[in-house]
Protein backbone atom coordinates (compact mmCIF):
# COMPACT_ATOMS: atom_id res chain seq x y z
CA UNK A 1 0.00 0.00 0.00
CA UNK A 2 1.73 3.27 -1.00
CA UNK A 3 2.23 6.00 1.37
CA UNK A 4 -0.57 8.76 1.53
CA UNK A 5 2.16 11.06 2.54
CA UNK A 6 4.40 10.65 -0.52
CA UNK A 7 6.82 11.72 -1.34
CA UNK A 8 6.33 14.18 1.26
CA UNK A 9 7.23 11.40 4.10
CA UNK A 10 9.99 11.77 6.58
CA UNK A 11 9.48 8.46 8.66
CA UNK A 12 12.12 6.60 8.38
CA UNK A 13 10.37 3.60 9.71
CA UNK A 14 7.06 3.83 8.02
CA UNK A 15 4.75 1.47 7.32
CA UNK A 16 3.82 2.29 3.69
CA UNK A 17 5.36 1.62 0.55
CA UNK A 18 7.85 4.15 -0.96
CA UNK A 19 8.93 2.18 -4.12
CA UNK A 20 7.39 3.37 -6.63
CA UNK A 21 8.57 5.90 -9.21
CA UNK A 22 7.70 9.02 -8.79
CA UNK A 23 6.74 11.98 -11.14
CA UNK A 24 8.94 14.52 -12.21
CA UNK A 25 8.39 17.71 -10.70
CA UNK A 26 7.89 15.12 -7.38
CA UNK A 27 11.85 14.22 -7.80
CA UNK A 28 12.58 18.17 -8.25
CA UNK A 29 10.85 18.65 -4.97
CA UNK A 30 12.52 15.62 -3.13
CA UNK A 31 16.18 16.72 -4.24
CA UNK A 32 15.50 19.94 -3.50
CA UNK A 33 14.08 18.95 0.54
CA UNK A 34 17.05 16.35 0.81
CA UNK A 35 19.69 18.97 -0.27
CA UNK A 36 17.91 21.47 2.45
CA UNK A 37 18.20 19.38 5.16
CA UNK A 38 21.39 18.03 4.72
CA UNK A 39 22.71 21.62 4.60
CA UNK A 40 20.55 22.32 7.81
CA UNK A 41 22.12 19.43 9.23
CA UNK A 42 25.73 20.46 8.60
CA UNK A 43 25.08 24.30 10.20
CA UNK A 44 23.63 22.65 13.30
CA UNK A 45 26.54 20.60 13.66
CA UNK A 46 28.75 23.88 13.38
CA UNK A 47 26.67 25.93 15.81
CA UNK A 48 27.03 23.16 18.34
CA UNK A 49 23.45 21.98 17.87
CA UNK A 50 22.61 18.03 17.76
CA UNK A 51 19.60 15.81 16.54
CA UNK A 52 17.12 16.39 13.63
CA UNK A 53 15.99 19.55 12.71
CA UNK A 54 12.41 21.03 13.44
CA UNK A 55 9.98 20.80 10.41
CA UNK A 56 8.64 23.98 9.59
CA UNK A 57 4.98 24.30 9.13
CA UNK A 58 3.84 25.50 5.64
CA UNK A 59 0.45 27.02 5.65
CA UNK A 60 -0.64 26.92 1.83
CA UNK A 61 0.70 24.47 -1.08
CA UNK A 62 1.27 28.17 -3.01
CA UNK A 63 4.12 29.02 -0.42
CA UNK A 64 5.85 26.13 -0.04
CA UNK A 65 8.54 26.99 -3.18
CA UNK A 66 9.08 30.46 -0.99
CA UNK A 67 9.35 28.67 2.02
CA UNK A 68 12.03 26.05 0.91
CA UNK A 69 13.88 28.38 -1.43
CA UNK A 70 14.48 30.30 1.84
CA UNK A 71 15.66 27.54 3.85
CA UNK A 72 18.21 26.78 1.34
CA UNK A 73 19.40 29.87 0.94
CA UNK A 74 23.01 30.56 1.40
CA UNK A 75 24.06 30.22 5.12
CA UNK A 76 26.34 33.90 5.89
CA UNK A 77 29.60 33.82 7.83
CA UNK A 78 30.22 30.26 7.59
CA UNK A 79 33.78 28.68 7.17
CA UNK A 80 33.02 25.38 6.10
CA UNK A 81 33.21 24.06 2.39
CA UNK A 82 30.02 23.69 0.25
CA UNK A 83 28.29 20.45 0.33
CA UNK A 84 27.33 18.87 -2.82
CA UNK A 85 23.83 18.20 -3.31
CA UNK A 86 23.27 14.10 -2.98
CA UNK A 87 20.97 12.41 -5.37
CA UNK A 88 17.94 11.96 -4.55
CA UNK A 89 17.16 8.85 -1.90
CA UNK A 90 15.85 5.90 -3.41
CA UNK A 91 14.72 2.97 -1.90
CA UNK A 92 17.84 0.58 -3.68
CA UNK A 93 20.59 2.58 -2.47
CA UNK A 94 19.88 4.91 0.25
CA UNK A 95 19.73 4.06 3.79
CA UNK A 96 17.89 6.24 6.25
CA UNK A 97 19.72 9.25 7.99
CA UNK A 98 19.97 7.93 11.37
CA UNK A 99 21.39 4.97 9.89
CA UNK A 100 24.14 6.14 8.23
CA UNK A 101 25.21 9.36 9.95
CA UNK A 102 28.00 9.23 12.38
CA UNK A 103 27.20 8.48 16.34
CA UNK A 104 28.42 10.74 18.94
CA UNK A 105 28.15 11.66 22.46
CA UNK A 106 25.34 13.70 23.49
CA UNK A 107 26.40 17.16 23.97
CA UNK A 108 25.98 19.41 26.87
CA UNK A 109 23.94 22.14 26.97
CA UNK A 110 26.58 24.65 27.74
CA UNK A 111 26.41 28.93 26.41
CA UNK A 112 28.04 29.13 22.77
CA UNK A 113 32.01 31.02 23.78
CA UNK A 114 31.33 31.33 27.58
CA UNK A 115 33.60 33.42 29.24
CA UNK A 116 34.82 32.93 33.05
CA UNK A 117 31.65 33.57 35.31
CA UNK A 118 31.62 34.29 38.43
CA UNK A 119 28.86 33.25 40.75
CA UNK A 120 28.66 34.94 44.23
CA UNK A 121 26.26 34.55 46.98
CA UNK A 122 24.31 36.52 48.87
CA UNK A 123 26.62 35.97 52.12
CA UNK A 124 29.69 37.20 50.42
CA UNK A 125 31.58 33.91 51.72
CA UNK A 126 33.29 33.57 48.76
CA UNK A 127 33.43 33.70 44.57
CA UNK A 128 33.59 30.84 43.26
CA UNK A 129 35.01 31.09 39.77
CA UNK A 130 34.11 28.61 36.58
CA UNK A 131 35.97 28.71 32.97
CA UNK A 132 33.81 26.99 30.71
CA UNK A 133 35.34 26.53 27.00
CA UNK A 134 34.01 25.47 23.79
CA UNK A 135 35.98 23.73 20.77
CA UNK A 136 33.70 23.57 17.18
CA UNK A 137 34.81 20.52 15.21
CA UNK A 138 34.62 21.16 11.42
CA UNK A 139 33.63 17.80 11.16
CA UNK A 140 29.66 17.50 11.88
CA UNK A 141 28.14 16.28 13.38
CA UNK A 142 30.27 15.38 16.52
CA UNK A 143 31.53 18.09 19.00
CA UNK A 144 33.45 17.73 21.75
CA UNK A 145 33.30 20.12 24.55
CA UNK A 146 36.10 20.89 27.17
CA UNK A 147 35.75 22.21 30.83
CA UNK A 148 38.29 23.16 33.06
CA UNK A 149 38.29 22.26 36.22
CA UNK A 150 35.48 24.73 38.88
CA UNK A 151 37.51 25.32 41.85
CA UNK A 152 35.74 24.58 44.96
CA UNK A 153 35.66 25.85 48.49
CA UNK A 154 37.94 24.29 51.70
CA UNK A 155 35.87 21.85 53.90
CA UNK A 156 35.65 23.61 56.46
CA UNK A 157 34.01 26.50 55.50
CA UNK A 158 29.94 26.40 55.11
CA UNK A 159 27.66 28.34 52.91
CA UNK A 160 24.52 30.08 54.30
CA UNK A 161 22.35 26.87 54.18
CA UNK A 162 20.48 25.82 57.42
CA UNK A 163 22.20 22.44 58.62
CA UNK A 164 20.08 19.54 57.90
CA UNK A 165 17.43 18.38 60.59
CA UNK A 166 16.02 14.62 60.67
CA UNK A 167 12.44 16.54 61.84
CA UNK A 168 12.73 20.14 60.63
CA UNK A 169 10.18 22.22 61.95
CA UNK A 170 9.42 23.98 58.66
CA UNK A 171 9.87 23.89 55.20
CA UNK A 172 13.27 24.51 54.01
CA UNK A 173 13.11 27.65 52.14
CA UNK A 174 11.15 28.92 55.05
CA UNK A 175 14.33 27.95 57.09
CA UNK A 176 16.48 29.68 54.60
CA UNK A 177 14.32 32.74 54.72
CA UNK A 178 14.61 33.23 58.19
CA UNK A 179 18.46 32.40 58.69
CA UNK A 180 19.06 35.01 55.44
CA UNK A 181 17.56 37.64 57.29
CA UNK A 182 19.25 36.48 60.46
CA UNK A 183 22.82 36.62 58.69
CA UNK A 184 21.71 40.20 57.42
CA UNK A 185 20.91 41.90 60.77
CA UNK A 186 24.48 40.17 61.94
CA UNK A 187 26.26 41.83 58.94
CA UNK A 188 24.75 45.31 59.65
CA UNK A 189 26.20 45.04 63.41
CA UNK A 190 29.38 44.07 62.29
CA UNK A 191 29.85 46.47 59.86
CA UNK A 192 29.14 49.03 62.53
CA UNK A 193 31.83 47.61 64.91
CA UNK A 194 34.91 47.51 61.71
CA UNK A 195 33.50 51.40 61.36
CA UNK A 196 33.55 52.28 65.74
CA UNK A 197 36.42 53.69 67.04
CA UNK A 198 37.23 51.26 69.50
CA UNK A 199 40.06 49.81 70.40
CA UNK A 200 38.53 45.99 70.37
CA UNK A 201 36.44 46.30 67.11
CA UNK A 202 39.74 43.49 65.65
CA UNK A 203 38.56 41.23 68.66
CA UNK A 204 34.79 41.45 68.24
CA UNK A 205 34.69 41.87 64.87
CA UNK A 206 33.75 38.87 63.10
CA UNK A 207 34.69 37.59 59.48
CA UNK A 208 32.10 36.66 56.95
CA UNK A 209 32.96 32.89 57.42
CA UNK A 210 32.12 33.64 61.62
CA UNK A 211 29.31 35.21 60.60
CA UNK A 212 27.95 32.52 58.92
CA UNK A 213 28.70 29.93 61.41
CA UNK A 214 27.38 32.53 64.11
CA UNK A 215 23.68 32.67 61.97
CA UNK A 216 23.92 28.63 61.60
CA UNK A 217 24.69 28.03 64.98
CA UNK A 218 21.79 30.12 66.41
CA UNK A 219 19.33 28.75 64.00
CA UNK A 220 20.40 25.36 64.23
CA UNK A 221 19.75 25.19 68.05
CA UNK A 222 16.16 27.17 68.16
CA UNK A 223 14.89 24.50 65.56
CA UNK A 224 16.43 21.23 67.48
CA UNK A 225 15.46 22.64 71.06
CA UNK A 226 11.89 24.34 70.05
CA UNK A 227 10.64 23.42 66.97
CA UNK A 228 7.55 23.92 67.65
CA UNK A 229 7.90 28.16 68.61
CA UNK A 230 10.47 28.04 65.92
CA UNK A 231 9.37 30.57 63.76
CA UNK A 232 8.21 32.94 66.52
CA UNK A 233 11.86 32.66 68.24
CA UNK A 234 13.74 33.17 65.36
CA UNK A 235 11.57 36.17 64.34
CA UNK A 236 11.76 37.30 67.84
CA UNK A 237 15.47 37.20 67.48
CA UNK A 238 15.20 39.10 64.38
CA UNK A 239 13.94 42.13 65.46
CA UNK A 240 15.87 42.05 68.57
CA UNK A 241 18.96 42.29 66.20
CA UNK A 242 17.12 44.48 63.84
CA UNK A 243 16.75 47.28 66.62
CA UNK A 244 19.80 46.72 68.61
CA UNK A 245 22.33 49.13 69.85
CA UNK A 246 26.35 49.08 69.11
CA UNK A 247 26.77 48.82 72.25
CA UNK A 248 24.32 46.08 73.21
CA UNK A 249 25.91 43.86 70.15
CA UNK A 250 29.24 44.92 71.61
CA UNK A 251 28.31 43.23 75.06
CA UNK A 252 26.56 40.75 73.88
CA UNK A 253 29.99 39.58 72.00
CA UNK A 254 32.27 39.80 74.66
CA UNK A 255 30.31 37.78 76.87
CA UNK A 256 30.53 34.59 73.74
CA UNK A 257 34.09 34.98 73.56
CA UNK A 258 34.11 35.12 77.41
CA UNK A 259 32.32 31.78 76.87
CA UNK A 260 34.31 29.99 74.37
CA UNK A 261 37.62 31.33 75.90
CA UNK A 262 37.37 31.26 80.08
CA UNK A 263 40.68 31.47 80.29
CA UNK A 264 40.66 35.30 79.27
CA UNK A 265 41.34 37.75 81.71
CA UNK A 266 38.11 39.92 81.15
CA UNK A 267 36.02 36.48 82.07
CA UNK A 268 34.56 37.90 85.75
CA UNK A 269 35.26 35.33 88.51
CA UNK A 270 32.77 33.94 90.22
CA UNK A 271 33.33 35.04 94.28
CA UNK A 272 32.54 32.09 96.81
CA UNK A 273 30.55 32.36 100.06
CA UNK A 274 32.59 32.53 102.90
CA UNK A 275 31.29 29.74 105.91
CA UNK A 276 30.12 31.53 108.93
CA UNK A 277 29.29 29.03 112.13
CA UNK A 278 29.50 31.35 114.81
CA UNK A 279 31.52 28.84 116.28
CA UNK A 280 35.41 28.48 116.94
CA UNK A 281 37.32 25.15 115.25
CA UNK A 282 37.18 23.31 118.70
CA UNK A 283 33.46 24.24 119.34
CA UNK A 284 32.45 22.76 115.44
CA UNK A 285 34.68 19.73 116.40
CA UNK A 286 32.13 19.31 119.06
CA UNK A 287 29.16 19.91 117.48
CA UNK A 288 29.80 17.85 114.13
CA UNK A 289 28.61 14.49 115.85
CA UNK A 290 25.15 15.56 115.53
CA UNK A 291 24.98 14.98 111.80
CA UNK A 292 26.08 11.82 112.03
CA UNK A 293 23.84 9.50 109.59
CA UNK A 294 21.95 6.94 111.43
CA UNK A 295 22.72 4.36 109.28
CA UNK A 296 19.86 1.73 109.97
CA UNK A 297 18.06 0.90 106.86
CA UNK A 298 21.08 2.36 104.71
CA UNK A 299 22.27 -0.92 103.57
CA UNK A 300 19.79 -1.12 100.84
CA UNK A 301 21.43 1.80 99.07
CA UNK A 302 24.83 0.36 99.32
CA UNK A 303 26.39 1.19 102.95
CA UNK A 304 27.79 -2.10 104.50
CA UNK A 305 26.88 -2.05 108.01
CA UNK A 306 27.58 -5.65 108.99
CA UNK A 307 30.31 -8.08 107.75
CA UNK A 308 29.08 -11.20 105.98
CA UNK A 309 29.00 -14.11 107.44
CA UNK A 310 31.22 -17.53 106.80
CA UNK A 311 28.20 -19.35 105.00
CA UNK A 312 27.74 -15.94 103.00
CA UNK A 313 31.12 -15.94 101.96
CA UNK A 314 31.80 -19.53 101.61
CA UNK A 315 27.89 -19.13 98.92
CA UNK A 316 29.44 -16.29 97.38
CA UNK A 317 33.02 -18.33 96.23
CA UNK A 318 30.67 -21.24 94.81
CA UNK A 319 28.72 -18.90 92.70
CA UNK A 320 31.71 -16.78 91.70
CA UNK A 321 33.84 -20.66 90.49
CA UNK A 322 30.25 -21.48 88.87
CA UNK A 323 30.23 -18.33 86.47
CA UNK A 324 33.18 -19.14 85.27
CA UNK A 325 34.71 -15.65 85.05
CA UNK A 326 31.39 -14.03 83.04
CA UNK A 327 30.44 -10.56 84.26
CA UNK A 328 28.30 -8.13 83.10
CA UNK A 329 30.24 -5.07 81.38
CA UNK A 330 29.56 -1.33 83.92
CA UNK A 331 29.52 0.57 80.79
CA UNK A 332 28.19 -1.56 77.49
CA UNK A 333 26.22 -3.89 79.24
CA UNK A 334 27.76 -6.50 77.24
CA UNK A 335 28.49 -9.54 78.91
CA UNK A 336 32.15 -10.75 78.80
CA UNK A 337 34.80 -13.26 80.83
CA UNK A 338 37.39 -11.84 82.77
CA UNK A 339 40.66 -13.86 82.87
CA UNK A 340 42.82 -13.01 86.68
CA UNK A 341 46.25 -13.93 86.08
CA UNK A 342 45.74 -13.71 82.54
CA UNK A 343 45.04 -16.42 79.67
CA UNK A 344 46.91 -19.22 79.17
CA UNK A 345 46.43 -19.38 75.32
CA UNK A 346 46.87 -15.85 74.02
CA UNK A 347 47.94 -14.10 77.95
CA UNK A 348 44.59 -11.99 77.39
CA UNK A 349 42.26 -10.43 80.42
CA UNK A 350 39.19 -10.41 78.61
CA UNK A 351 36.75 -11.63 76.08
CA UNK A 352 34.70 -9.62 74.00
CA UNK A 353 37.00 -7.30 72.33
CA UNK A 354 36.61 -3.44 72.65
CA UNK A 355 34.12 -1.40 74.57
CA UNK A 356 31.97 1.09 73.06
CA UNK A 357 29.58 3.00 75.25
CA UNK A 358 29.05 6.97 76.57
CA UNK A 359 30.58 8.04 79.34
CA UNK A 360 28.55 10.37 80.71
CA UNK A 361 24.69 10.04 81.70
CA UNK A 362 21.58 10.36 80.19
CA UNK A 363 19.53 13.37 80.93
CA UNK A 364 16.45 14.93 79.88
CA UNK A 365 16.83 18.29 78.19
CA UNK A 366 15.54 21.18 79.64
CA UNK A 367 10.96 22.21 79.26
CA UNK A 368 11.42 25.12 77.00
CA UNK A 369 8.02 27.64 77.76
CA UNK A 370 5.85 26.82 75.18
CA UNK A 371 7.49 23.92 73.62
CA UNK A 372 4.50 20.68 74.66
CA UNK A 373 7.06 18.28 72.52
CA UNK A 374 8.04 14.97 73.98
CA UNK A 375 11.55 15.79 75.91
CA UNK A 376 13.76 12.68 74.75
CA UNK A 377 16.51 11.45 76.66
CA UNK A 378 20.19 12.06 75.57
CA UNK A 379 23.70 11.39 76.76
CA UNK A 380 25.36 14.53 78.47
CA UNK A 381 28.82 13.51 76.87
CA UNK A 382 27.66 13.72 73.56
CA UNK A 383 23.59 14.66 72.66
CA UNK A 384 22.91 11.84 71.13
CA UNK A 385 18.90 10.50 72.30
CA UNK A 386 19.26 7.23 74.25
CA UNK A 387 18.48 4.32 71.64
CA UNK A 388 20.10 5.32 68.41
CA UNK A 389 23.74 5.45 69.66
CA UNK A 390 25.90 2.64 70.47
CA UNK A 391 28.23 4.67 71.91
CA UNK A 392 30.73 7.94 71.65
CA UNK A 393 33.88 6.75 73.44
CA UNK A 394 35.93 3.15 73.05
CA UNK A 395 37.93 1.95 75.29
CA UNK A 396 40.39 -1.78 74.83
CA UNK A 397 38.34 -3.88 77.03
CA UNK A 398 35.51 -4.37 78.99
CA UNK A 399 35.16 -3.59 82.48
CA UNK A 400 32.82 -4.58 85.56
CA UNK A 401 31.88 -3.31 89.12
CA UNK A 402 31.38 -5.36 92.09
CA UNK A 403 28.36 -4.39 94.49
CA UNK A 404 27.86 -7.80 96.46
CA UNK A 405 29.58 -7.20 99.68
CA UNK A 406 30.15 -10.91 100.07
CA UNK A 407 31.79 -10.64 96.72
CA UNK A 408 33.60 -7.68 97.69
CA UNK A 409 35.06 -9.74 100.81
CA UNK A 410 36.10 -12.60 98.79
CA UNK A 411 38.88 -10.51 97.43
CA UNK A 412 39.50 -8.50 100.38
CA UNK A 413 37.76 -8.72 104.41
CA UNK A 414 35.95 -5.98 105.59
CA UNK A 415 37.32 -4.82 108.87
CA UNK A 416 36.13 -2.04 111.83
CA UNK A 417 37.59 1.05 112.58
CA UNK A 418 39.85 -0.27 115.52
CA UNK A 419 40.07 1.62 118.82
CA UNK A 420 43.26 3.79 119.06
CA UNK A 421 45.62 5.19 121.99
CA UNK A 422 46.69 8.24 120.55
CA UNK A 423 45.85 11.56 121.76
CA UNK A 424 47.05 13.67 118.82
CA UNK A 425 44.31 12.38 116.23
CA UNK A 426 42.31 15.29 114.49
CA UNK A 427 38.96 15.61 115.76
CA UNK A 428 37.15 14.68 112.63
CA UNK A 429 38.81 13.15 109.24
CA UNK A 430 36.95 14.17 105.91
CA UNK A 431 38.33 11.14 103.22
CA UNK A 432 37.79 10.68 99.29
CA UNK A 433 38.62 7.59 97.37
CA UNK A 434 39.91 7.03 93.71
CA UNK A 435 39.00 3.73 91.53
CA UNK A 436 39.74 1.93 89.04
CA UNK A 437 38.43 -1.37 87.02
CA UNK A 438 40.79 -4.44 87.60
CA UNK A 439 40.23 -8.11 86.79
CA UNK A 440 38.44 -8.13 90.31
CA UNK A 441 36.25 -5.06 89.72
CA UNK A 442 36.65 -1.92 90.77
CA UNK A 443 39.62 -1.45 93.29
CA UNK A 444 40.78 1.41 95.44
CA UNK A 445 44.28 3.20 93.47
CA UNK A 446 44.34 6.34 95.60
CA UNK A 447 43.23 7.54 98.95
CA UNK A 448 43.11 11.27 100.71
CA UNK A 449 42.58 12.49 104.04
CA UNK A 450 41.84 15.78 105.50
CA UNK A 451 41.74 17.09 108.74
CA UNK A 452 38.59 19.12 109.22
CA UNK A 453 37.50 22.05 108.80
CA UNK A 454 40.83 23.33 108.54
CA UNK A 455 41.17 20.96 105.61
CA UNK A 456 45.06 20.46 106.29
CA UNK A 457 46.66 17.17 104.51
CA UNK A 458 46.51 14.16 106.62
CA UNK A 459 47.51 11.38 103.92
CA UNK A 460 47.23 11.25 100.02
CA UNK A 461 49.05 7.87 98.89
CA UNK A 462 48.48 5.27 95.46
CA UNK A 463 47.65 2.11 95.93
CA UNK A 464 48.78 -0.74 93.94
CA UNK A 465 45.35 -2.91 93.27
CA UNK A 466 45.03 -6.80 93.84
CA UNK A 467 44.05 -7.30 90.26
CA UNK A 468 45.09 -6.25 86.71
CA UNK A 469 44.48 -2.87 85.74
CA UNK A 470 42.09 -3.10 82.75
CA UNK A 471 41.41 0.82 83.02
CA UNK A 472 42.53 3.54 85.42
CA UNK A 473 39.01 5.48 84.64
CA UNK A 474 40.98 8.49 84.46
CA UNK A 475 38.30 10.68 83.07
CA UNK A 476 37.20 10.43 86.91
CA UNK A 477 39.40 9.24 88.89
CA UNK A 478 42.83 11.95 87.70
CA UNK A 479 44.72 9.20 88.22
CA UNK A 480 46.94 8.19 84.73
CA UNK A 481 49.82 5.91 84.14
CA UNK A 482 52.44 8.21 84.27
CA UNK A 483 50.97 9.14 88.31
CA UNK A 484 52.24 5.33 89.22
CA UNK A 485 55.35 5.19 86.86
CA UNK A 486 56.59 8.52 88.91
CA UNK A 487 55.53 7.31 92.45
CA UNK A 488 57.46 7.19 95.42
CA UNK A 489 57.61 4.00 97.54
CA UNK A 490 55.39 5.09 101.27
CA UNK A 491 58.69 5.02 102.92
CA UNK A 492 61.05 6.94 100.82
CA UNK A 493 60.58 11.37 100.83
CA UNK A 494 59.03 12.71 98.40
CA UNK A 495 61.31 14.29 96.57
CA UNK A 496 59.41 17.05 93.63
CA UNK A 497 61.67 18.21 91.11
CA UNK A 498 60.98 20.57 88.08
CA UNK A 499 60.03 17.50 86.02
CA UNK A 500 58.07 15.78 88.78
CA UNK A 501 56.71 18.37 90.72
CA UNK A 502 53.40 16.28 91.82
CA UNK A 503 54.98 13.39 92.79
CA UNK A 504 52.68 10.87 94.81
CA UNK A 505 53.72 7.87 97.42
CA UNK A 506 52.31 4.88 96.59
CA UNK A 507 51.56 1.71 98.74
CA UNK A 508 51.98 -1.55 97.41
CA UNK A 509 48.07 -2.70 98.62
CA UNK A 510 44.82 -1.04 99.26
CA UNK A 511 45.05 -3.08 103.40
CA UNK A 512 48.02 -1.21 103.30
CA UNK A 513 46.43 2.18 102.18
CA UNK A 514 43.55 1.33 104.55
CA UNK A 515 46.21 0.34 107.75
CA UNK A 516 47.50 4.29 107.06
CA UNK A 517 43.77 5.20 107.56
CA UNK A 518 43.72 3.57 110.43
CA UNK A 519 46.04 5.38 112.19
CA UNK A 520 44.12 8.79 111.68
CA UNK A 521 40.79 7.26 113.38
CA UNK A 522 39.10 5.91 116.32
CA UNK A 523 35.89 4.27 116.71
CA UNK A 524 34.48 7.66 117.13
CA UNK A 525 35.84 10.13 114.97
CA UNK A 526 33.27 11.44 112.39
CA UNK A 527 34.56 10.25 108.97
CA UNK A 528 33.02 12.64 106.39
CA UNK A 529 32.79 12.52 102.62
CA UNK A 530 30.57 12.59 99.76
CA UNK A 531 28.52 9.46 98.84
CA UNK A 532 30.61 7.28 101.53
CA UNK A 533 29.10 3.92 100.65
CA UNK A 534 31.59 3.83 97.55
CA UNK A 535 34.59 5.16 99.59
CA UNK A 536 33.71 2.37 102.37
CA UNK A 537 33.22 -0.14 100.28
CA UNK A 538 36.78 0.47 98.10
CA UNK A 539 38.11 0.69 101.33
CA UNK A 540 36.30 -2.22 103.30
CA UNK A 541 35.58 -0.51 106.45
CA UNK A 542 32.94 -0.30 108.96
CA UNK A 543 32.60 2.77 110.63
CA UNK A 544 30.12 3.53 113.06
CA UNK A 545 30.19 7.67 112.59
CA UNK A 546 29.57 8.98 109.41
CA UNK A 547 28.54 12.08 107.83
CA UNK A 548 27.73 12.27 104.15
CA UNK A 549 26.79 15.48 102.20
CA UNK A 550 24.79 13.13 99.92
CA UNK A 551 22.22 12.83 103.13
CA UNK A 552 23.11 16.10 104.86
CA UNK A 553 21.70 17.78 101.30
CA UNK A 554 19.21 14.95 100.07
CA UNK A 555 17.26 14.96 96.89
CA UNK A 556 13.73 15.54 97.39
CA UNK A 557 12.53 12.05 95.84
CA UNK A 558 14.85 10.82 97.99
CA UNK A 559 16.94 7.75 98.09
CA UNK A 560 18.68 6.51 95.67
CA UNK A 561 18.49 9.33 94.04
CA UNK A 562 21.21 11.70 94.33
CA UNK A 563 22.87 15.62 94.16
CA UNK A 564 26.20 15.41 92.69
CA UNK A 565 29.28 17.37 94.54
CA UNK A 566 29.84 19.47 92.12
CA UNK A 567 26.71 20.97 91.69
CA UNK A 568 25.95 21.10 95.32
CA UNK A 569 29.38 23.10 95.85
CA UNK A 570 28.45 25.26 93.04
CA UNK A 571 24.35 25.99 94.64
CA UNK A 572 25.31 26.50 98.38
CA UNK A 573 28.98 27.81 98.00
CA UNK A 574 29.29 29.13 94.49
CA UNK A 575 32.28 27.31 93.69
CA UNK A 576 33.34 25.36 91.06
CA UNK A 577 34.94 22.04 91.67
CA UNK A 578 35.96 19.19 89.43
CA UNK A 579 36.77 21.69 86.37
CA UNK A 580 39.72 19.64 85.05
CA UNK A 581 37.08 18.34 82.23
CA UNK A 582 38.74 15.04 80.50
CA UNK A 583 41.99 14.96 82.88
CA UNK A 584 39.81 13.71 85.68
CA UNK A 585 38.56 14.82 89.63
CA UNK A 586 41.43 15.71 92.54
CA UNK A 587 40.39 13.32 95.43
CA UNK A 588 42.30 16.01 97.38
CA UNK A 589 39.61 18.88 96.24
CA UNK A 590 36.62 16.39 96.80
CA UNK A 591 37.37 15.49 100.24
CA UNK A 592 37.96 19.51 101.21
CA UNK A 593 34.90 19.78 98.96
CA UNK A 594 32.52 17.79 101.35
CA UNK A 595 34.15 19.57 104.58
CA UNK A 596 33.13 22.80 103.61
CA UNK A 597 29.43 21.78 102.81
CA UNK A 598 29.40 20.33 106.44
CA UNK A 599 30.72 22.77 107.77
CA UNK A 600 27.97 25.09 106.19
CA UNK A 601 25.51 22.37 107.59
CA UNK A 602 26.82 23.20 110.93
CA UNK A 603 26.32 26.86 110.65
CA UNK A 604 22.85 26.31 108.99
CA UNK A 605 21.97 23.81 112.21
CA UNK A 606 23.21 26.23 114.73
CA UNK A 607 21.54 28.92 113.70
CA UNK A 608 18.03 27.23 114.33
CA UNK A 609 18.79 25.40 117.71
CA UNK A 610 20.20 29.40 118.61
CA UNK A 611 16.70 30.28 117.95
CA UNK A 612 14.75 27.50 119.84
CA UNK A 613 16.41 28.29 122.72
CA UNK A 614 19.70 26.83 123.11
CA UNK A 615 23.18 28.21 124.48
CA UNK A 616 27.22 27.20 123.68
CA UNK A 617 28.24 27.51 127.41
CA UNK A 618 32.34 27.29 126.99
CA UNK A 619 32.04 24.58 124.56
CA UNK A 620 29.20 22.81 125.73
CA UNK A 621 25.59 23.46 123.99
CA UNK A 622 22.49 23.20 126.28
CA UNK A 623 19.10 23.04 125.52
CA UNK A 624 16.51 25.32 126.31
CA UNK A 625 15.21 25.33 130.08
CA UNK A 626 11.71 23.95 131.01
CA UNK A 627 9.21 27.00 131.17
CA UNK A 628 8.83 26.52 135.27
CA UNK A 629 12.58 25.97 135.74
CA UNK A 630 13.86 28.15 138.54
CA UNK A 631 16.89 30.09 137.50
CA UNK A 632 19.14 29.17 139.69
CA UNK A 633 19.41 26.37 138.15
CA UNK A 634 21.25 27.79 135.26
Known sequence: MPCPEYPHCLLTNCLFAHDHLPKSEDNETLTRQSSGRHQLEVQDAVNGLEGPRKRRRISTETDKGVALNAALSPIPHTSEP???????????????????????????????????????????????????????IASAPSIIAKKTPVSTAKASEESLNPRLLPDPPVSHPMRMKLVTMLYEQMTRLNEEVKKSQTGLKDVLALTDQELIIEALDEEFQVAKKSPTVYQNVIKSRIMVLKRMKLEVWKEERTKKIAQRQPAVGQQKPSTPKSIETGLT?????????????????????????????????EAAKKGVESSQGWELCDRCKTRFQVFPGRRAEDGALTSGGKCTYHWAKPRRPDMVKGDNKSRDLKYACCDETVGVSSGCTQADSHVFKISDPKRL????????????????????????CEMGYTTHGMELIRLTATAWPDGRELLDVLTRPIGEVLDLNSRFSGVWPKDFANAIPFDQEVQQTESNPSALKIVDSPSKARELLFRLLTPETPLIGHALENDLNAVRILHPVIIDTCLLYSHPR?????????????????????????????????????????????????????????????????????????????
Not at 283 to 306: D, H, M, N
Open 409 to 432: ALVMPFESTPASEQTNLPGAVCFD
Open 281 to 313: PTEEIAFVPRLAAQQAGLSKYGYITSMPTATEL
Open 558 to 634: GLPMRFGLKFLMKKHLDRDIQMGGDQGHDSKEDARAAGDLVRRQVGKMWERMKIGGWSNRDGEFCPPLPPNAPINSM
Open 82 to 136: ETSVPPPRTSENVLPRTAARQISPPPRRIAKDASARQISTENGNQLKAQTVQDEK
